[in-house]
């Protein structure tokens, strides 16, 4: 029987307009996505520093890379819909190429633009005004219109400064000026965000893309199914847990949207869901996926840049609220399967007693973690015992456990093929699936062994990483068919696995296509920002419009972000309201009081961005969804914001409660914000679904979301009965850091020009440093201050000291001096909550039982 289903591809494809062509097109595409990921891994590895040919510096690197996405993007996408699908016209080629060579132009003349750094040649001027053009034009046709107008909007605001109204005025940009700064230097296209794409990014693009060739994509479905498939809605949970491990690797909603989403609704849908829920479920659960680390859709990568901390701490503060929006929708899907009544699918097996289900869970943990500590300690013997020869010993280790895991995968039968169609009879069990597919995990391993332990770059563990799937790819069809004795199932040969590696390394470039080309055009839009200030001109406005109330601002800043992230994808989303929103918080924040830590703000506007994959009326991720799913993609939106309610909900919460980032906790700290924070999610779930043991009546659903907001950020009622801080004149300030003790802070207020010479007012904390008396601990801060009138003036700030970082300057004058209280621990708030929770259950258990 023929096949009907069209491929992940070809769905794809389809969502974006991209074209399938055939013949000599087709292959010299794939040699173009092939050639391009084979110098992705060559500039990642450490081979051009050994043999010391090839080595390619920053800049070199970006201009080659942005070549290949031009040219790619050119041949791949149609210029309009009623364009050719099967054939590339001459007209695309010949763009390609010449879009090709004004990105490599660069490259060619490196030396020379190194020795005339600023100074413009006629052929200089001439490949940008080629050079950009051509970007925004593979933009709309890679990503649609949006990232190509916002950024051809910020190039028109660059040069007509001087004509626009009050508030946008500035001094303008040349167009030799523009020509320079956005496509010579590494200050627009060529900036941070190309970098990160061309160091970080691909490698780990196509980390996802080898890893789904290699089947794990098909092995995390199969087994979310057989561990979640027997409760109410079993396949709408499988779904959430397979989006989620697929969004952990992956660079686009969309394409998570998509790629479980063939699997993963058809089956919802058998199971009671409608369309609009069950492709609602599927994109609140990829869109997700770009949240969680340790990718976030590549913004993970993009923020050790911008915020300047390393990247083990951005994963750190993302992993929390990552993981409990993740809980919470899995419950969301619980208490939607009850409102439909959805019964559970049958186990294929016979259940065994809980007490056994659970000691066999903890044996498990205690196995991997015994595992994991003998491995973490092993290594750090062996290491220096061997020297130089670790490397070789690590490497025929890590041979071994995959040969031993493939024998495992041997022993038990191969997972069933993909089929959305097939009948929901009965599920998978779990042990078998588990067992065939642990090799899969390896790669997972080493990657995160690479990040958090060694602490090797992103680039360079996402290229361990990939050897490891390269030498998976390449063997296990024929390691399996070999030690597979019963003959039962043939897995392939050696030729078959060089067929998955090619088709692995071409869809990791075709991948990679978006996301380069999103990250140059984003250039444009920081390096209209650098050069013409238009971010002090935002947080005037915003202030303008808050009327300094900061929850306004914080709404206006979430809608705004919204906004700009309207058809962008992930990469381009982050870059762009980072960029333009970021330092809107950080500065109007300081204004108001609120003094929040830069990885928050960012988090803040990332968050929001992502949102807008989901919200209609653009939400392209609901779009992918119902041409799966074949429903209304404005109702499966709707549907999905709702959804998501609850990952709107936690960045204003993480930006009140910087405990919920693990900001300045310790371990057993954050393990108790963990367990709160899910109970406070999963109320607010309830709340919001209007359902939790049975339905809610309205003041129930009042009393939920109060208890959520409780259990989230006490400190905003043990505020309001006692004042964290008390007031010191600003004269006592001495006074004041002697008597405070050292690990505490003081709250300063500030008044002072900005950068432009308006007069401004900010909030600062400084931290207490150790000292004998309060004149030694100011003089360890940096800062000498004099009266004059009755005010409190700096007089002179030490460089490189800490208060020169905080921001304090000369002749600024401190408005007030804040220190803290002795007061009872916030978290005492948690109690009455409880008990409001407890009267909430006690309510609906009555109406249980009635």
């Known amino acids: 029987m023929q096949d009907n289903h069209p491929s992940t591809e070809e769905l794809i494809a389809k969502d974006v307009g991209a074209r399938l062509p055939s013949g000599a097109m087709a292959k010299l595409i794939a040699s173009l996505a092939l050639l391009w990921s084979l110098f992705q891994l060559w500039i990642a590895s450490p081979l051009p520093f050994m043999l010391r040919i090839g080595v390619f510096n920053n800049t070199e690197a970006r201009s080659i890379h942005l070549a290949f996405a031009l040219l790619l993007a050119f041949l791949v996408y149609p210029a309009f819909k009623r364009s050719p699908r099967d054939r590339v016209p001459l007209i695309d080629i010949a763009l390609g190429l010449i879009a090709a060579a004004s990105a490599g132009y660069l490259f060619i003349v490196y030396e020379q633009l190194a020795q005339r750094p600023g100074n413009l040649t006629t052929m200089d001027l001439i490949t940008a005004c080629i050079g950009i053009p051509l970007l925004l034009e593979a933009t709309r046709r890679a990503l649609g219109p949006a990232l190509a107008v916002i950024a051809l909007i910020f190039l028109g605001y660059s040069l007509a400064g001087p004509y626009m109204p009050g508030l946008l005025a500035h001094r303008g940009v040349s167009f030799t000026a523009l020509a320079n700064h956005q496509w010579i230097t590494t200050e627009g296209v060529f900036g941070i965000a190309l970098g990160v794409s061309t160091s970080f990014v691909f490698l780990f693009v196509l980390f996802g893309a080898l890893l789904e060739r290699a089947g794990a994509g098909h092995y995390f479905i199969q087994l979310a199914f057989s561990m979640l498939g027997h409760f109410r809605g079993g396949p709408a949970k499988a779904a959430v847990v397979a989006s989620g491990m697929t969004g952990l690797i992956s660079g686009s909603s969309i394409a998570n949207v998509v790629t479980t989403g063939t699997f993963t609704i ?22 997700n996926g770009q949240i969680m680390p340790p990718v976030m859709g590549a913004a993970a990568f ?42 559970a699918l049958p186990r294929a097996n016979v259940a065994k007693p809980w007490m056994q289900r659970l000691i066999g869970f903890a044996f498990g943990v205690a196995l991997i973690s015994g595992v994991s500590l003998a491995v973490y300690y092993g290594l750090g013997w062996l290491k220096p015992a061997l020297g130089d020869a670790a490397i070789w010993v690590v490497g025929a280790l890590l041979v071994a456990v995959y040969l031993g895991l493939l024998k495992i995968a041997a022993s038990n039968p191969p997972l069933p093929a993909e089929d959305p169609d097939a009948p929901l009879e009965k599920l998978p069990q779990t042990r078998p699936v588990l067992l065939s597919g642990l090799h899969f995990l390896l790669p997972v391993v080493v990657l995160v062994w690479c990040l958090m332990i060694e602490r090797l770059s992103p680039g360079l563990s996402a290229f361990w990483g990939s050897v490891i799937l390269v030498i998976i790819l390449l063997t296990q069809r024929p390691l399996l068919t070999w030690m597979r004795r019963d003959g039962t199932h043939a897995h392939g040969n050696f030729m078959d696995g060089v067929i998955d590696l090619r088709e692995g390394l071409i ?41 300094g109330n900061l929850m306004l601002m914080l709404l206006l800043t979430a809608f705004l972000s919204l906004i700009l992230g309207m058809g962008l994808p992930t990469t381009a989303n982050y870059i762009v309201v980072s960029s333009l929103l970021a330092p809107v918080i950080v500065a109007l924040g300081a204004q108001s009081g609120l003094i929040v830590p830069l990885i928050a703000v960012h988090l803040f506007v990332f968050y929001f961005g992502i949102m807008a994959d989901v919200t209609p009326p653009v939400g392209l991720a609901s779009f992918a969804a119902a041409a799966v799913s074949k429903g209304d993609p404005i109702k499966t939106g709707v549907v999905a914001f709702y959804y998501s309610l609850r990952t709107a909900a936690l960045p204003f919460l993480f930006i009140f409660n910087t405990d919920l980032l693990l900001i300045d906790v310790s371990f057993w700290h954050g393990m108790v914000i963990f367990v709160i924070a899910t109970l406070a999610m999963l109320i607010f779930a309830a709340g919001t679904q209007g359902y939790f043991l049975v339905r809610s009546r309205w003041y129930e659903n009042v009393l939920l979301l109060l208890i959520a907001f409780t259990l989230f950020r006490p400190g905003f009622w043990m505020d309001i009965v006692h004042d964290p801080y008390r007031d010191i004149p600003p004269t006592q300030l001495v006074q004041a850091l002697e008597a405070v003790e050292e690990d505490s802070q003081l709250r300063l207020r500030i008044r002072g020009e900005d950068a432009v010479g308006d007069m401004r007012e900010f909030s600062l904390l400084i931290a207490i440093p150790n000292g004998e008396t309060g004149a030694e601990k100011l003089e360890k ?29 000369f002749d600024q004058e401190i408005l007030a001096v804040r220190a803290p209280t002795d007061r009872w621990a916030k978290e005492w708030m948690w109690l009455p909550a409880l008990l409001l929770f407890g009267l909430v259950v006690w309510m609906q258990r009555r109406r249980q039982r009635d």
């Open 266 to 287: 058809p089956m919802m849908k058998r199971t009671g869901f409608s369309a609009e829920k069950a492709g609602a479920v599927e994109v609140a659960s990829s869109v």
């Open 302 to 343: 993009l923020m050790v840049e911008y915020v300047g901390i390393p990247y083990v701490e951005v994963i750190k503060h993302a992993f929390l609220p990552a993981l409990i929006s993740y809980i919470a929708l899995v419950y969301i899907v619980h208490l939607e399967s009850l409102k439909l009544g959805l019964t």
């Open 507 to 547: 869809a990791g470039a075709r991948n990679m296509i978006g996301i380069g080309i999103a990250t140059a055009a984003a250039g444009i839009i920081v390096g209209a920002v650098s050069q013409t200030g238009v971010g002090l001109v935002l947080a005037d406005l915003v202030e303008l419009l808050s009327m």
């Open 781 to 809: 801060l940096g800062v000498m201050t004099y009266e004059e009138d009755g005010k409190v003036l700096i007089d002179s700030v030490t460089f490189g000291s800490p208060a020169a970082e905080l921001g304090l300057q």
